[in-house]
């Protein structure tokens, strides 16, 4: 499912600009929430598969899995990152829960994607859908090291900006 990705013209006359898409005309910057300090712990395994699904669009498979929705009324990042951990494959359709997933060092699978925003991570992530996702699982891989190069990437990127604003 590959696709192009296009930008708005008016990006090319900015100063400085970092975007989360890999493979951008622009520079590489992962999404902020890499730096999180809940991303940081060790964490346990507990099940085969955990499903982290958007509020709008729900997985329809396994309706007996550990699961939870990105709208949980009293979800905090804590709480997500655990439960993300906490299983060896992450099965979701959230942006967020893929990235985090990948930042746990955890398998991912993206369920049947409705954005485009899926098809630009750095690590390749897995489609699947109802019918497919046992087998997909199967290709699934871990992204080691893949936290501490998204934090790095940040960490350059907010120098630059105060560089770029005569801040540092």
Known sequence: RETKASYPDFLGSAGLVGLRDFGNP???VPCASCLHTALGGQFPVQHDFVIYE?????????????????????EKMEEVVRFLASGDLVITNTYHGCFWAMLLNRRVLVYRPFSSRFFYFKPKVVFC??????????????TS???EECRSLNTRFAAKVLEFLKLA
């Open 145 to 147: 090291g893949y936290l």
């Open 26 to 28: 622009f520079e590489y």
């Open 129 to 142: 859908d109802g019918e497919n996702w046992r087998a997909k699982a199967k290709e699934t891989i871990r």
């Open 54 to 74: 958007h509020s709008h669009h729900t997985i329809g498979i396994e309706p007996s899995a550990p699961r939870l929705a990105n709208n949980e009324p009293k």
